[in-house]
Structures are given as C-alpha cells and as structure tokens.
C-alpha cells in the first residue's frame, strides 16, 4: 500500500466514512501493524493542527471587524487617559507577545516537517503555507509599533470644560484659572475634533489665568498666529466679539465694551455685552480688526446681562512672568495682525484652527 493509499484510508476511517467490515479490516491492521498505528497518531495530530490554525483564522478575522468598526478618532482620547488592560500589556509586553507567537508558528511548521505531511503533498498544503507566513509578515508588523486593536469603549465626559486658544504656533495656550484648577488631567480640542494632552506651565490664580501647552506627540504645529495680543486698552462702545465652546460646537458671540471696570470696581477686567455662558470661560475677546484685547471670563449673576473679560495686559504680564525653565520651547508672540480688513465672517473662519476646547478631568 503507497503513502497516499494508507493516507485515504485513514482519512476515511477517522470521517466514519469506511464500511463496518472496512472498519474492522483497518483496526486489525492498525493492531499488527506498528507503522500504520504510527501513522494513524500522526495523522489525528496533524488534524488536530488544522483544526487549530482554522480557529485562529476564525479569531483573526473576527478581530479584522472589530477593527473595522473601531472609530479610532473617537476613542483616542480616552484610552490615552485611562487604557484598558489589553492596551496596557501590549504596552508593557508587545516584544515578549511577538516572540511568542512567533515560536508558535515556527512550532507548527517544525511538526508538519517531521511528520512528513508538509512534503508528501506539496500541492495540497501550499496554500496553507502561505497563509502562516502572512500571519508571521503580521506579527512582526505589529512588534515594530503598529497600533493595536483595541476594543471599542464609551467616551468619558470631562469633568469640567472651557475654552483656551494659541498663543503660539507650537502648542502654547491660554485660558482661565479656574477652568483647570485642581485637574489630574488636561486634554484640549481642535474644531476638526482632534484632542491632544495638554499640561499647566504656569498659572496666576489672582487674575484668573493660566498658560498652557500641548505636549502630545501627535500634535503637529498649527501654523502662524493670524492675531497678536493687543496691549493698549480697549474703547468704551466698540464692538467685540468671542469665540468658544459653551456647546460641542464652537459659538460665536458679538457685542460691544459696556465698561473699562467691572462693578466692583475692578480695572483689570472689561465689562462687555456679548453673551457668555459655561464653557466660554478662558475664549479670547476680539476687537473688529481681530486682536485679542481680553481673556473672557465669567458672568455676574445678581445683574442681568454681565458678563466680563480679563484684559489683555494681565495676560501678557503673566506670559513675561512665566520662568524660563518651565518652557521646553520658545514662546514668541505673534506682533502682525493678519485679520485687519476681513469681514467678521472671515476673521471667525481663520480663528476656528486656533481655539480650542479645553476638557479637565479629575479622579
């Protein structure tokens, strides 16, 4: 009997499809005959390998949909804050998980070698072959850094948000004391929805201020600041205008100067008539030709329709107070305002990339 006589015979007698006389024929052979027995166990392990690699297939394409489905954009930001466990052991042992799954494959080929099955029909088991060095192309893929599936998961709120926007091009941000006061964590968001980790370099709680950068390393330099911070005071009655994210959206609010002092008689805040509401907090205050002239702050309760701005001198005071060894790169602020001469329209569609939202979170 040849190899593959022997082989479909097995074959048959392991899928139940021999006769009963067939059956009792090939169990007495496999009784006085030592070699058939031994190519009997070798064949239900090679069967059980198959059986094996088909269920990892199954497990991979089934992970290729999740993958698929994942909204990589909308899960970032919270698994840079708090990764599940998958993530943090590929983290702390993706070499080790390549290495492994790498002997693996290694093992299932050495098996097939031995047993013979890999050379006694080429032709049925090339394709088989091919498909385990693909899956090794992909491990060794993924142990050079691509990103892992990661199971989709549900966005956890901010505790607390407001608004903040550039200082300048390379991740320097200002907004409001209070918005981050007390925060374990920063994240800041672009009106493309992107969200990046941001950190405190410098506050002054006494005027409600704080200096913020981005340090992600997914953040990539936005381009010059179209604005400059104006150091002169504003005019009583001229119009001014802010933008900020008291929605998931940004919001455009208009108005004008009321007063140069708030009511307390504070003069380092402005009193304006544009409409702020949670969120806006920490958003720059615009004149018409587009410099930032104030901070925007908080609203007064016991009047109706107060609303106030930190003025821009305070920030720029608190920016030349900064020490030198809590900035890692320059901060250079932009002195050419490039929005002169533009409609309102097209001043709020050029800020747009240079306000963000500004989410805090606390354990």
Do not use: C
């Not at 943090?88 to 492994?100: D, E, F, G, P, Y």
């Not at 001014?240 to 805040?269: I, K, Q, R």
């Not at 005071?317 to 097209?346: E, F, M, W, Y």
């Amino acid at each position: 009997m040849s190899d593959n006589q022997l082989t479909e015979f097995i074959e048959r007698y392991l899928d139940g499809s021999m006769t009963a006389e067939e059956r009792v024929q090939f169990e007495l052979l496999r009784k006085n005959d030592a070699a058939v027995e031994s190519k009997v166990t070798e064949h239900i392990k090679f069967i059980g390998l198959l059986k094996q690699y088909g269920e990892r297939l199954e497990l991979e394409n089934r992970l290729n949909a999740i993958h698929n489905e994942i909204d990589v954009h909308a899960l970032k930001e919270e698994v840079m804050i708090h990764p599940v466990w998958i993530v943090r052991m590929w983290r702390n042992h993706h070499s080790k998980i390549s290495v492994a799954a790498s002997i693996a494959i290694f093992g299932v080929l050495t098996i097939l070698i031995l047993t013979g099955k890999l050379n006694n029909d080429k032709s049925k088991y090339q394709q088989l072959s091919e498909k385990i060095n693909n899956m090794e192309k992909t491990v060794a893929q993924i142990g050079h850094g691509r990103t892992p599936v990661k199971p989709k998961i549900t966005r956890t709120p901010a505790n607390f948000r407001g608004t903040g926007f550039a200082l300048t091009s390379n991740g320097y941000l200002a907004t409001d004391y209070h918005v981050i006061k007390n925060a374990d964590s920063v994240y800041v968001q672009n009106a493309a929805g992107e969200s990046f980790h941001a950190k405190v370099i410098y506050t002054e709680p006494q005027y409600d201020l704080a200096i913020l950068q981005i340090n992600d390393p997914s953040f990539k330099n936005l381009g010059p600041i179209p604005y400059n911070v104006k150091r002169a005071e504003g005019d009583l009655g001229e119009s001014v205008y802010t933008l900020g994210y008291p929605a998931d959206n940004m919001v455009y609010g208009g108005g004008y100067l009321a007063s140069a002092a708030n009511y307390s008689g504070d003069t380092t805040e402005y009193v304006i008539s544009v409409p702020v509401n949670p969120g806006n907090s920490g958003g720059p205050l615009l004149d018409e030709k587009g410099n930032v002239i104030g901070v925007i702050t908080a609203r007064q309760t016991q009047v109706a329709g107060a609303y106030f701005a930190k003025k821009s001198t305070y920030l720029l005071k608190a920016i030349q107070n900064i020490p030198t060894d809590s900035l890692s790169k320059t901060l250079n602020l932009n002195t050419k305002n490039k929005l002169a001469g533009l409609s309102r329209t097209q001043q709020s569609s050029k800020l747009k990339n240079y306000v963000f939202m500004v989410k805090v979170y606390n354990q």
